[in-house]
């Protein structure tokens, strides 16, 4: 089963910029779809953004246009960039690991990410 590694959030302004890794390690990424995840406080988890193991993307609409998934495979890690942030934005990010056969699902610690001024 694959483990998962979140880093990169923190407190940033409206309209500001920051970049989540997933670093994952105990299986090879390119036999899993990717997703980030997020989870406001009183909410239900909900998909931002997800990847399959070639090029094809899908994105929640909240946050089409601003967010960008991407993946290396080499690397075995996977990137969320997030531009042009709004408060709503704030919440707990999850990296997400499903596998292409099995569907077994993996899931990382969280990391915050707070949008505020």
């Known amino acids: 089963q694959v483990q998962l590694v979140e880093s990169g959030g923190g407190l940033v302004q409206p309209g500001g910029s920051l970049r989540l890794s997933c670093a994952a390690s105990g299986s090879i990424l390119s036999l899993y779809v990717m997703g980030w995840y997020r989870q406001a406080l009183g909410k239900q988890r909900e998909l931002v953004a997800a990847?399959?193991?070639?090029?094809?993307?899908n994105y929640a609409d909240s946050v089409k246009g601003r967010f960008t998934i991407s993946r290396d495979n080499a690397k075995n890690t996977v990137y969320l960039q997030m531009n042009s942030l709004k408060p709503e934005d704030t919440a707990v990010y999850y990296c997400?690991?499903?596998?292409?056969?099995?569907?077994?699902?993996?899931w990382g610690q969280g990391t915050q990410v707070t949008v505020s001024s």
């Open positions: 997400n690991a499903k596998h292409l056969i099995t569907l077994v699902q993996s």
């Open positions: 990847i399959t193991s070639g090029v094809n993307t």
